[in-house]
């Protein structure tokens, strides 16, 4: 079962005011808590959700760059 953008936000925004207020345990949407390990761990879980964010919104970054380039005749 995937999670709505507006759900992902909001865990998002729940880690971040626990991480910022040194509290190591978030209570999701289902009620269930979660304790993180440490700042690392937290940090790990927000990068996730912003990856999770980002391909949900079409946003995520690109997996292929290419260069066009020339010697400026």
Known sequence: ???TVDQLVAARDALLDARAS????????????????GDREMATALAALDREI???TGRAAPTTLRFK?????
């Open 22 to 37: 040194g509290v190591r345990e978030v209570r999701d949407q289902n009620g269930e808590t979660i304790t993180y390990k």
């Open 1 to 3: 079962m995937a999670l």
């Open 54 to 56: 980002a391909q949900a």
């Open 69 to 73: 380039t020339s010697k400026g005749t």
